[in-house]
């Protein structure tokens, strides 16, 4: 552990540059000859990863995800209320909410119209790549945030892909409210922000009910992680409405809110002892019930209260069944030393690449030991398990400080997408709670945001 203060100072430097090479790359083109066209970044899209790949071996990220998108707009917001990013972190925000309200005019029936002429530029080898017409056709209007991810020059992504996903609005209503509280904004920026909130709380009223595919992509249910953050997405706004004196509106958020979480009380399973990640359409069980993403739930809505926040003990022990999971499944997790808490995936069986440890996830444990800390007499414990899982992605980062989407459950050699957002975003919001908690008197509230 010695030297760890010293790391954390410098990777959370490190961070703070990289994550803003995700953001407004309007320097860089990716051709994407099997499709025929080529993608030139536009001011206010947010990129998974700025390096430019093509499944060789490296994934192309090269899309605005909603999600990622959302949790690197809410880092630049802890960079700039930490006095570690300027003015720039608003002109920032206010591109990616200008670029965000225009993929609400997008339509794909206009694809559809022109099918023939984007079809036939298509090579023969990605045909079985694209999307029907049937399902561009329903692309409008507000379903656009339940696409998954857009091309990062505001067009819509016309390859198959598993859609729709229903994160995307309440986190990206989440880290706006959370702006909008916290920075002073000019009158038509404040306009225009709004207009977006309002736009994603109404999506998120309409859609939590209906299933969609979870954080990964892959499974259609309803999910933990989704249902979380709508909730907190529709209590955050409530109280926004309030100050804004919809107080009818904001009754009716307040309501719905508190039905989501009556919902997520379903999830928790007596017999295995965690919250289960995914209730499935058919009622059956999935292996991938036992899932980080339940983690990154209490971190990224920040539930108020105990029920479904860090406080929450059926989430502790959710945790707990997740480290014994990797501890066991991970060579790189085997004679790891004193201090160190075991890299984590995402959940048993995951074979996307290496199947192995994910920075964001490793850095989501130790979030939510720091979080989990804030409030209590004697954090102490909390912290230390937290600062476990620092040391151990201390362990397998480079001196150079590059964080990719996963690094491999055997060597520990970095894969899967190189310089990823998502992994930086994540590094500054753990140090962002870390600073909040040990800086913090004992018994303090801690962190809230």
């Not at 920032?92 to 984007?118: C, M, P, T």
């Not at 990062?152 to 729709?164: A, K, N």
């Not at 969609?212 to 892959?218: H, I, N, V």
């Not at 919809?246 to 999830?267: C, H, M, P, T």
Request: charged fraction near 25%; glycine fraction near 8%.
């Amino acid at each position: 552990m010695a030297g760890l203060e010293e790391w954390i100072e410098r990777q959370y430097r490190y961070a703070a540059q990289a994550v803003l090479k995700s953001v407004s790359r309007v320097d860089l083109v990716k051709p994407r000859p099997g499709f025929g066209h080529i993608i030139r970044a536009s001011k206010g899209s947010i990129v998974a990863s700025c390096v430019l790949a093509d499944w060789n071996p490296e994934p192309d990220y090269f899309f605005h995800w909603f999600r990622d998108s959302a949790l690197i707009v809410d880092a630049l917001r802890l960079l700039h209320a930490a006095g570690d990013l300027g003015p720039e972190a608003l002109e920032h925000v206010r591109d990616f909410v200008h670029f965000s309200r225009s993929l609400q005019k997008l339509d794909g029936r206009a694809l559809v119209e022109s099918a023939l002429g984007w079809r036939a530029r298509v090579s023969e080898d990605f045909v079985r790549f694209l999307r029907q017409d049937a399902e561009l056709a329903l692309v409008r209007g507000e379903s656009v945030v339940a696409e998954t991810r857009v091309n990062p020059d505001g067009t819509l992504d016309i390859s198959s892909w598993t859609r729709p996903q229903h994160d995307g609005a309440p986190l990206r209503a989440l880290a706006l409210l959370r702006w909008a509280r916290g920075a002073s904004l000019d009158t038509s920026f404040d306009a225009e922000l709004s207009a977006l909130i309002l736009s994603d709380l109404a999506f998120t009223l309409r859609a939590w009910r209906e299933p969609a595919y979870d954080m990964w992509e892959e499974e259609k249910g309803l999910h933990y992680h989704t249902l979380c953050c709508s909730a907190a997405a529709l209590s955050e706004g409530a109280d926004w409405l309030d100050s804004r004196g919809e107080r009818d509106q904001a009754q009716a958020y307040r309501a719905e809110s508190g039905a989501i979480f009556k919902v997520l009380d379903e999830f928790w399973s007596s017999a295995e002892g965690f919250c289960r990640s995914r209730i499935l359409p058919t009622g059956g069980r999935s292996p991938k019930d036992l899932d980080i993403a339940v983690i990154f739930a209490a971190i990224h809505a920040l539930t108020r209260g105990r029920s479904h926040s860090v406080h929450d003990p059926r989430l502790h022990a959710t945790l707990q069944k997740l480290e014994a999971l990797f501890d066991e499944r991970y060579e790189i997790n085997r004679g790891r030393g004193a201090g160190t808490s075991p890299a984590l995936g995402r959940y048993d069986g995951d074979v996307y690449f290496s199947g192995g440890a994910y920075y964001f996830s490793t850095l989501g444990a130790a979030e939510f030991c720091y979080r989990a800390a804030a409030g209590e007499s004697a954090p102490g414990e909390w912290v230390e398990r937290g600062d476990g899982y620092l040391a151990t992605v201390r362990a397998f980062t480079p001196a150079t400080g590059e964080m990719s989407e996963q690094f491999d459950q055997r060597t520990g050699e970095q894969t899967s997408a190189r310089h990823l957002g998502w992994s930086y975003a994540a590094f500054i919001s753990c140090i962002a709670a870390r600073r909040a908690v040990v800086r913090a008197p004992v018994g303090s509230s801690g962190p809230t945001v």
